[in-house]
């Protein structure tokens, strides 16, 4: 069996970060799936999906690491080449991924107790974005 879903979000770019184990867990009950996976994919190439225990120091630690590792103020040829500014946000995406797949036993998701599924928006301005969600199992 095979359920379709997406979740829609306002976002205000600057690596906003949105919690989506909520969001998440309620499309795996309207599956109906009892055992099987969840994947989720955001279709952008400025946002990415992860995990991280969902606690505002965390949250401010990875995107502190973040502006480290892909600051916004350096140079990226993206940004030569577009002049949009968003050549950080770019390679965020890149380092996390546009996907995450999370195994589904009795009809949960299988995250850890201070385990969340995250979506990062990392343009320079707030965006209308969604999420594809598919379930793929067996009720």
């Known amino acids: 069996m095979v359920h379709a ?6 976002t205000r770019g600057q690596t906003d970060v949105h919690d989506l184990t909520e969001r998440l867990e309620t499309i795996v009950e309207r599956s109906g ?8 994919f955001t279709p952008s190439s400025t946002s990415a999906l992860t995990t991280i225990e969902f606690e505002p120091g965390a949250v401010e630690d990875l995107q502190r690491a973040l502006d480290v590792i ?35 036993l009795e ?25 594809i969600v598919q379930v793929i199992g067996e009720s």
């Open 5 to 10: 879903d997406h979740i829609r979000l306002n």
């Open 33 to 40: 799936v009892k055992t099987g996976i969840l994947t989720a």
């Open 70 to 104: 892909a600051p916004p103020s350096a140079e990226y040829r993206h940004n030569l080449r577009w002049g949009d500014g968003n050549g950080h946000s770019h390679l965020r995406a890149a380092l996390l991924g546009p996907s995450l797949t999370i195994p589904i």
């Open 107 to 131: 009809a949960r998701l299988c995250l850890g107790t201070w385990q969340q599924a995250i979506y990062l928006d990392f343009d320079v301005r707030p965006r209308q974005r969604e999420i």
